[in-house]
T-cell receptor, first 117, second 111 residues
Framework: KAGVTQTPRYLIKTRGQQVTLSCSPI?????VSWYQQTPGQGLQFLFE???????NKGNFPGRFSGRQFSNSRSEMNVSTLELGDSALYLC????????????????FGPGTRLLVL | GQQLNQSPQSMFIQEGEDVSMNCTSS?????WLWYKQDPGEGPVLLIA?????ELTSNGRLTAQFGITRKDSFLNISASIPSDVGIYFC???????????FGKGTSLLVTP
């Protein structure tokens, strides 16, 4: 079974631009979560989507948004990029739905490394 | 989300030694997960724990879900050079779906 895939793997943008990152979950997984990883702050939760609806949200500004499609693929968008948005953006998928903790276990993709100049 | 307290921050050991790291939280978690991350890659799930007191092994790795549900540890026995990486603990509380992560333990193994 293929793992979580993320595209692109690397991206360079300039301040003020916007960026869209893509994530394809493991087949059959219905939940997709997004995380930002930086050396200073570690892994921080951005948001989680389940059945095309944002189910949970972290403490990030409104410039960070996302969506999920009917095939569970998800995109994350960052508008008006700032230097501090440079980070590794990780997507994770889980089975989710009813059934307990096992279904919430998350599997990560390789990440998209974003550099904002 | 809540930041977990993970220690030690880094470890520098010789090949063949055993390693132990742990995570604590002020809140109760229903699930504890341990991940390993190599440079430039996403975290890879090593062990998942779903029940207080549970002790689970995966090869040379052993992890336990603390009985209070507020802590977990990971042991690596007979370390080898490919164990090098950053190990993260993560917890899932009953009230949310997001993973709460520790800051990571950076492990270096010398031959």
């Amino acid at each position: 079974k293929a793992g979580v895939t993320q595209t692109p793997r690397y991206l360079i943008k300039t301040r003020g631009q916007q960026v869209t990152l893509s994530c394809s979950p493991i087949s059959g997984h219905r939940s997709v979560s997004w995380y930002q990883q930086t050396p200073g702050q570690g892994l921080q939760f951005l948001f989680e989507y389940f059945s095309e609806t944002q189910r949970n949200k972290g403490n990030f500004p409104g410039r960070f948004s996302g969506r999920q499609f009917s095939n569970s693929r998800s995109e994350m968008n960052v508008s008006t990029l700032e230097l501090g948005d440079s980070a590794l953006y990780l997507c994770a998928s889980s089975l989710a739905g009813s059934g307990g903790a096992l279904r919430e276990t998350q599997y990560f993709g390789p990440g998209t490394r974003l550099l904002v100049l | 989300g809540q930041q977990l307290n993970q220690s030690p921050q880094s470890m520098f050991i010789q090949e063949g030694e055993d390693v132990s790291m742990n995570c604590t939280s002020s809140s109760i978690f229903n699930t504890w997960l341990w991940y390993k991350q190599d440079p430039g890659e996403g975290p890879v799930l090593l062990i998942a724990l779903y029940k207080a007191g549970e002790l689970t092994s995966n090869g040379r790795l052993t992890a336990q879900f603390g009985i209070t549900r507020k802590d977990s540890f990971l042991n690596i026995s007979a370390s080898i050079p490919s164990d090098v990486g950053i190990y993260f603990c993560a917890g899932i509380s009953n009230s949310g779906y997001a993973l709460n992560f520790g800051k990571g333990t950076s492990l270096l193994v010398t031959p």
